[in-house]
């Protein structure tokens, strides 16, 4: 699976090491009992297929109540898309298309 699996305690330190790297991140919000999570995980697996130097954080809201409360998440799946530490290019509840956010993506590099 292309997912970074991320915990309150390594979360900046991962986050920055991404950034570092000169990559794109991606935080995925979700639940392993969430059937829109499930299907948002098939959507950022084609984005990272798709794209080059993308890092895809998998949050666990049940376990990461200091993330959900950092990030304002109120409802998975939630997905937060950063082009470095900076700049924020998304915040969506819900389901999105891999094609819609290869196209932002794209479309700020």
Not at 2 to 27: C, N, Q, S, W, Y
Request: overall charge negative.
């Amino acid at each position: 699976m292309p997912f970074i699996e991320i915990d309150e305690e390594d979360f900046d330190t991962i986050v920055e090491r991404e950034f570092a790297k000169g990559h794109t991140v991606i935080l995925k919000f979700g639940s392993t009992f969430c059937d829109a999570c499930q299907l948002m995980e098939f959507e950022l697996e084609e984005v990272h297929d798709r794209l080059t130097k993308i890092s895809i954080l998998d949050i666990d809201s049940g376990v990461c109540g200091s993330l959900v409360h950092r990030f304002d998440v109120e409802q998975v799946p939630t997905t937060v898309v950063f082009k470095d530490a900076q700049t924020q290019l998304l915040y969506k509840n819900g389901i999105m298309l891999a094609d819609d956010i290869v196209e932002l993506i794209l479309r700020e590099r």
